[in-house]
């Protein structure tokens, strides 16, 4: 009988402390899901978050080494420029006019206090966030 007993606690703390485990695992960041969102998708799909999470990283591949910012001419400039004070996570969720880009970099320039680099890097970077962060391409 007591054999039986001890056999039988043990293998229920086996199954709580494994279902838990499980539990643990299996959690999905809730707003991750919504940020990767396809247009259109259905909000109360509920396997919006595992689609969504397989997009996401598709679409978001770029490259690791400048902080998934798509390479092209300028994107290392680009990075070490703008990282002194946030992330790229800031600069890839951009999709605004080329004007506005002027204007976000005097911004940061005259408000935020950034450093001018040399007028030549200044035109690549411009130019690669309006190649790839623009509203207008
Ligand atoms: C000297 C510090 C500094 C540098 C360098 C800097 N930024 Fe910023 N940037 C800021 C601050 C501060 C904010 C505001 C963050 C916030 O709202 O929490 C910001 C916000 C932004 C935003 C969001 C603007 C909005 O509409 O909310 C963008 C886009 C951005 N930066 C792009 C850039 C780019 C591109 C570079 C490099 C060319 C850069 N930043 C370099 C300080 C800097």
């Not at 999905?28 to 996401?56: C, E, H, S, V, Y």
């Not at 770029?62 to 300028?74: T, V």
């Amino acid at each position: 009988m007591r054999i039986i007993l001890t056999t039988v606690a043990a293998t229920l703390a086996v199954l709580v402390l494994g279902a838990g485990q499980a539990v643990a695992e299996a959690r999905l960041d809730p707003m991750q899901a919504l940020a990767g969102r396809p247009a259109g998708a259905n909000p109360l799909d509920p396997m919006t978050a595992i689609r969504a999470k397989a997009d996401a990283g598709e679409a978001r591949a770029g490259n690791e080494e400048f902080g998934g910012l798509p390479d092209g001419a300028g994107a290392e400039e680009t990075y070490y420029q703008c990282v002194a004070c946030h992330s790229t996570e800031i600069i890839k969720q951009q999709r605004v006019t080329d004007h506005r880009w002027d204007e976000l970099w005097r911004w940061m320039v005259e408000a935020q206090g950034m450093v001018e680099p040399e007028p030549e890097t200044k035109a690549l970077i411009l130019a690669y966030l309006k190649a790839n962060f623009s509203s207008e391409r």
